[in-house]
């Protein structure tokens, strides 16, 4: 598979398709066009984008989002701009999406163009540090509520369903469950005792229906959003894997055990559990039953590991050479086993 091109390749092309966005300007250029890593489901690139329009210069800073040759997870670049442009505006804070291209052709790569959200941080590394450690509450607040926020809005009411398919209450768990079990098949590299073990136990066991079918980030973690100095949330990232399903699904995703960075038993390093949770009932209206959250959370690591294996697939293949693919399976995946392990009451 071709590589996709970087640098000034990418920047001429870049230049060159902003133009056609902008016909009514003069002078478009791209500049300090610089790679974001740490992702490994889209490229990420930050730049400024300058022109000149009725006489006066402007300049504003931008974030191209765009398919690598090869990802951890193979997903629609339409749907995820689409979550972008439904929650604009709303109580759940996003970055502004401008433009998407569907077609790979013009810049090696669909992608689409967001404003970059500046005088942020999202590394947990970082927010568990100063100036950031000071505001840790807030921040597990404040995530948890937005999540609720996420849960609350009708899926139908942001024109989401459509774009994404819709999927009966009772349907939700079978449809996410047999959608990463393939994933698992496809791409594990050697056995997976822990998952395969966890497998059996998730389809004999299915949980109740979803209380409400709602809008699913899928990807709701520490990591994924950003904080600006004072502890606000200022924008939720990475829609990659949205979708409408079951509201739960995002709920035990934030609480798995790989995200417990802090190694304190905080939820996503931030609050305790029963604290996250409360929030997170409170804001979006409905209850974490502890059957169906207990699902949720054991399906959480088989999705995390399915992924985790997908991402050392690429690697080993060598169609995506990017380190984070090679590091996201040798440092997740023997957490991943064990959180499995302890849901099954077969770690002590």
Not at 166 to 180: D, K, S
Not at 254 to 278: F, H, K, Q, Y
Not at 312 to 340: H, I, K, T
């Amino acid at each position: 598979m071709e590589r996709s091109e970087g640098g000034p390749g990418l920047a001429d092309r870049l230049t060159a398709w902003l133009r056609t966005r902008l016909p009514e300007a003069r002078d478009v250029s791209v500049v300090d066009l610089e790679r974001i890593h740490g992702g490994a489901s889209r490229e990420t690139w930050r730049f400024g984008l300058r022109f000149r329009r009725e006489g006066a210069t402007h300049e504003r800073r931008l974030v191209l989002r765009r398919d690598p040759p090869a990802s951890l997870i193979e997903t629609d670049r339409a749907l995820e701009f689409g979550a972008y442009r439904a929650f604009h505006g709303t109580g759940v804070p996003v970055p502004e999406p401008l433009w998407l291209e569907p077609d790979p052709g013009p810049l090696r790569g669909a992608a689409f163009v967001l404003e970059e959200i500046q005088g942020c941080e999202a590394s947990p590394a970082r927010l568990f540090a100063p100036p950031y450690l000071e505001h840790r509450t807030k921040i597990g607040r404040r995530k948890w509520e937005i999540l609720g926020e996420i849960h609350r809005a009708d899926p139908k009411a942001l024109g989401l369903v459509g774009p994404m398919e819709e999927v009966a209450p009772e349907a939700a768990w079978r449809r996410e469950l047999r959608h990463w079990e393939t994933i698992l098949d496809e791409d594990a590299l050697e056995p997976q005792p822990v998952m395969r073990a966890a497998l059996r136990w998730l389809w004999c066991h299915p949980p109740p229906p979803a209380q409400r079918v709602g809008v699913v980030h899928a990807d709701y973690r520490t990591g994924n959003f950003l904080v600006d100095g004072s502890g606000e949330i200022r924008g939720v990232l990475d829609w990659e894997m949205a979708h409408v399903g079951d509201p739960l699904e995002d709920l035990a995703w934030g609480l798995n055990r790989v995200w417990c960075w802090t190694r304190d038993g905080l939820a996503g390093g931030l609050l305790p559990r029963p604290e996250a949770i409360a929030i997170w009932e409170g804001a979006s209206g409905l209850r974490a039953d502890a059957v169906a959250l207990h699902w949720w959370e054991l399906f959480s690591c088989v999705k995390g590991q399915a992924i985790w294996v997908s991402a050392a697939r690429e690697y080993q293949e060598g169609s995506n050479r990017d380190p984070v693919m090679a590091f996201s399976c040798w440092m997740l995946g023997n957490s991943q086993d064990r959180a499995a392990l302890e849901l099954l009451g077969k770690l002590s």
